[in-house]
């Protein structure tokens, strides 16, 4: 079950029961009636915690860069997956169909997700029926299947002795296809927290189903960067992410 509010300063960011999934939306200020791209924002936490680093300030680097922003809150507690990745894409669908007052372009939808929310993000784009019209993902844990999976996403979302053809279809690099969006990757290759493999299995799979992919690497950096305010290489991937989201028409030129 979703949740919709609009954020409001003072207030704690995130929801007081993570039994339904709370939607927090981040427009951007002043948008002189222009209809605007907007991306849905999904932390990462392992599926036990949301890191507040991966939520409300990279909704306002979006906002910076003109586009619309809302942080997915998603339950954590007794969830079921397919009500879940449901409501990633309840989500996804409220964008596409907001009140004409948000001034979100329909069209122009995305999401970007951080560690296990990049899982969450990927496994909804391959397999969802509201797909986003494009797809960011920071050192993503991707794969359930041993031996690069990252067990304490793997065991909040499947449980404990999860099934052969469980851990198949809930691994987002196994079920991405050619209607995959267009997506944005970076990691780092010495994440000691979700390995690097995750990252290169997601843009192999994307590679061989022929759909458009960007990917970085940097060589050193510890996992949960988020904005990579203590890593001046790897904030780099702000500026690949803005230049990436200009070439598919999210960014305005010289934003």
Not at 19 to 47: M, Q
Not at 115 to 137: C, E, R
Not at 189 to 208: I, M, R
Request: hydrophobic share 40%.
């Amino acid at each position: 079950m979703l949740q919709v509010c609009h954020f409001m300063e003072g207030a704690s960011e995130e929801p007081v029961s993570r039994s339904s999934s709370l939607l927090t939306l981040y427009p951007v200020g002043e948008t002189n009636g222009e209809i605007l791209p907007f991306i849905l924002v999904l932390p990462g936490g392992g599926y036990q915690n949301l890191a507040p680093h991966e939520g409300e300030p990279v909704a306002r680097w979006l906002n910076g860069l003109g586009i619309h922003a809302g942080v997915l809150h998603y339950q954590l507690e007794n969830f079921e997956p397919a009500e879940l990745i449901q409501d990633v894409q309840d989500a996804i669908t409220w964008a596409r169909q907001a009140p004409k007052e948000w001034a979100i372009n329909p069209q122009q939808v995305g999401m970007i997700g951080f560690s296990a929310g990049g899982h969450l993000a990927s496994i909804t784009a391959v397999t969802g029926t509201a797909k986003p019209d494009l797809l960011l993902l920071g050192y993503p844990v991707i794969t359930f299947e041993e031996p690069y999976t990252h067990q304490g996403s793997r065991l909040n979302f499947l449980g404990e002795h999860p099934q052969p053809e469980k851990i198949h279809s809930f691994s987002s690099n196994q079920q991405a296809d050619s209607a995959s969006p267009p997506t944005f990757i970076w990691t780092t290759a010495n994440d000691a927290g979700v390995p690097v493999e995750n990252s290169l299995l997601f843009a192999g799979a994307l590679s061989k189903a022929g759909v458009p992919f960007e990917l970085h690497v940097f060589e050193d950096g510890r996992h949960g960067l988020g904005l990579s305010d203590d890593n001046a290489h790897c904030q780099q991937w702000l500026g690949c992410c803005a230049n990436w989201l200009q070439q598919h028409r999210f960014v305005k030129q010289g934003i």
